[in-house]
């Protein structure tokens, strides 16, 4: 690996060292907060369940004071939303529904299928059973005074129900980051409009704003710029205007948090992207040692972050997965871990490359007959082939150090999700 290449984890914590959280909150609907990230811890106000309940369908009695083979009396049906009306008396047992409160007196709940019924409608335990058996205790779920939910946590469906059973309708969380996506070079055409002989379709720019979406973010698409310096001047200048001193954002703004752009950086004479983000703020780092994708640079202009991606289409997917994504989960505040899932997966083929760089090889994972996962990495491995991506279900990692793997050598698998 070149000395002047940072390896993945370098490039990483330098990145999340140096942006920043976007501090600015709002109240908001929970009907609206899916995927968005709480700004301040939830602390819950009502016990869940607020009282004892029956955990099943069955009969409420009272098991110190009964004996095996007594006849019950059926003193009445309490439903889910209803309670008891009278206590539970001596010698009968309440028919119980799923949910509804324990009567005072009682405290054990049979379910119905381990009772029968005399000629005479009273009800008769077949089976044994001990005191609080089939009780949901008050507050055996949530506490008042408990933290629910996390400062920096961002919102899925399960934490959404979280709120809703307390009775919350709005949810105070850090506002949507704006990102920027642009694709750069002259040889590129917008898709649906015609192109030249030596033009060929833009592809990144989709790709990304798919990828970006799942963050909940709100993207703003500056298109397809040429390779000049003064053009990409003022593209950047707009995309990072009015930015200092401030995190404040109007959806008529053009100016961004985040500014991603594809294309021209790296070494050709016409990429232009790294020279006049260096000339109009700063670059962080260029260069890392992963393939593909090795040209990935971060800067700064004014307070929007800079990621420069390769402008070929797998190593654009694979930076924006790799850096762009924990970058964006840094500055919307959120505390979980930025490490990406892996496996271990049982490889199927001999492979010879030359070490350096990480290498995110396109491959396909699957369980064997014995059931164990196995992963196939596919002959073509182009930065330029996005069939490659479609075709494949992971990545399969080779670290830096190794240039040989043998067929039954286990491997680091990153599954697609």
């Known amino acids: 690996m070149s000395s002047s290449w940072l390896s993945l984890e370098e490039a990483l914590s330098k990145a999340l060292a140096t942006t920043h959280v976007v501090s600015d909150i709002e109240t908001i609907s929970l009907s609206s907060a899916h995927r968005r990230v709480v700004a301040q811890d939830v602390v819950a106000t009502l016990d869940v369940p607020p009282w004892d309940n029956s955990a099943m369908d069955g009969f ?22 209803e309670k008891a009306s009278t206590p539970l008396s001596a010698g009968h047992a309440y028919k119980i529904m799923t949910g509804a409160p324990i009567p005072d007196g009682a405290n054990a709940v049979v379910m119905i299928e381990n009772c029968d019924s005399d000629n005479n409608g009273n009800v008769i335990i077949n089976a044994p059973h001990t005191q609080e058996q089939n009780i949901r205790a008050k507050a055996n779920d949530i506490a008042q005074g408990q933290v629910l939910i996390k400062k920096g946590t961002q919102l899925r469906a399960e934490h959404l129900m979280l709120l809703s059973s307390q009775g919350l309708d709005e949810v105070v969380v850090y506002r949507k980051l704006r990102v920027g996506i642009v694709a750069t070079g002259n040889e590129l055409a917008a898709p649906g409009e015609s192109r030249s002989d030596t033009q060929i379709y833009e592809s990144n720019r989709v790709g990304i704003s798919a990828i970006l979406s799942d963050e909940n973010v709100e993207v703003v698409d500056f298109g397809i710029v040429e390779d000049d310096k003064a053009s990409l001047t003022r593209l950047f200048n707009q995309a990072a205007s009015n930015t200092a001193g401030t995190n404040t954002k109007t959806s008529a703004d053009s100016n961004v948090d985040i500014m991603v752009s594809s294309g021209g950086v790296s070494v050709g004479d016409a990429d232009y992207v790294k020279d006049v983000i260096e000339a109009m703020g700063h670059i962080e780092f ?37 850096l762009v994504l924990p970058i964006i989960s840094k500055m919307q505040g959120r505390q979980d871990d930025h490490t990406a899932l892996t496996v271990t997966a049982t490889l199927t083929k001999d492979i010879k490359r030359r070490a350096g760089r990480r290498d995110y090889q396109r491959a396909t994972m699957s369980y064997d007959d014995n059931g164990n996962l196995v992963v196939t990495p596919f002959k073509t491995q182009s930065s330029g082939v996005m069939t490659s991506i479609t075709s494949a279900n992971c990545f399969m990692i080779i670290h ?3 240039s040989t793997l043998a067929i039954g050598d286990t491997v680091p698998v990153m599954p697609f999700t």
Do not use: H, M
């Open 60 to 81: 409420a009695i009272n098991a110190n004071s009964y004996t095996q083979g007594q006849a019950l009396t059926v003193q009445g049906i309490i439903t889910a939303g």
């Open 286 to 322: 260029w260069k890392i040692a992963v393939k593909p994708g090795k040209p990935f640079a971060l800067g700064r202009l004014n307070n929007t972050v800079f990621c420069g991606l390769p402008g070929n289409p797998v190593s654009s997917f694979v930076t924006a997965g790799l």
């Open 400 to 402: 830096e150090d190794i």
